[in-house]
């Protein structure tokens, strides 16, 4: 039943680390992406990609690198850990159609990362 | 750019009494905006949508919002709040060129008994 589903759900960690977050849709959906939200709830896109092809890459640093198996699937792969990337992490799916996004965004239940 | 402003970030209210999260947005063009709602360690929840159709929109859970153009603003409504309500509530436009949610800041709900 679960539309969008993302492993694990809780990440303590010690800086320096490497860890993945997954994330997985069930929803048929074309387009999947990454928000980080920080302490004071703000949320922010990180990454989208659409038919497995990055759209979206917003200035976040290149220790963090998303990938797309196929379109049911997006990951997100964070190098050398630092305390600053503490948050919740969240995948999100929509469709788009003729390469236009129509469709609200279903949201994945996050991942809290703690960084130590 | 596109972006929205949420001009609470904290609401009162009692249990039974009216519910108003302030929204303004801007846009060149005719936005696509929503309301998504937070629970405590929970994921978003969609409440409602606005596309361009009708400018009143209804959500889930009693809750609804007005499209006002000549106001730029998108606020949400619930006639009567419930303790369940109390949450964190964003308001969001969509970047229809790239596909981004572009939120805002955030307004924490609270219902007292």
């Known amino acids: 039943d679960t539309a969008v589903s993302q492993t694990p759900k809780y990440l303590v960690t010690q800086m320096g680390n490497d860890k993945s977050i997954k994330c997985e849709q069930n929803?048929?959906?074309?387009?999947m992406y990454w928000y980080k939200q920080d302490s004071k709830k703000f949320l922010k896109i990180m990454f989208s990609y659409n038919n497995k092809e990055l759209i979206i890459n917003e200035t976040v640093p290149n220790r963090f690198s998303p990938k797309s198996p196929d379109k049911a699937h997006l990951n997100l792969h964070i190098n050398s850990l630092e305390l600053g990337d503490s948050a919740v992490y969240f995948c999100?799916?929509?469709?788009?159609?003729?390469?236009?996004?129509?469709?609200?965004?279903?949201f994945g239940p996050g991942t809290r990362l703690t960084v130590t | 750019a596109q972006s929205v402003t949420q001009l609470d970030s904290h609401v009162s209210v009692s249990e039974g009494t009216p519910v108003l999260l302030r929204c303004n947005y801007s846009?060149?063009?005719?936005?696509?905006l929503f309301w998504y709602v937070q629970h405590p360690n929970k994921g978003l929840q969609l409440l409602l949508k606005?596309?361009?159709?009708?400018?009143l929109v209804k959500g889930i859970n009693g809750f609804e919002a007005e499209f006002k153009k000549s106001e730029t603003s998108f606020h949400l409504t619930k006639p009567s709040a419930h303790m369940s309500d109390a949450a964190e509530y964003f308001c969001v436009v969509l970047s229809s060129n790239t596909g981004k949610l572009i939120f805002g800041q955030g307004t924490t709900l609270q219902v007292k008994p």
């Open positions: 846009s060149s063009y005719s936005p696509s």
């Open positions: 929803l048929g959906h074309d387009t």
């Open positions: 999100a799916s929509s469709l788009w159609t003729s390469g236009t996004p129509l469709y609200e965004q279903y």
């Open positions: 606005y596309t361009s159709a009708a400018t």
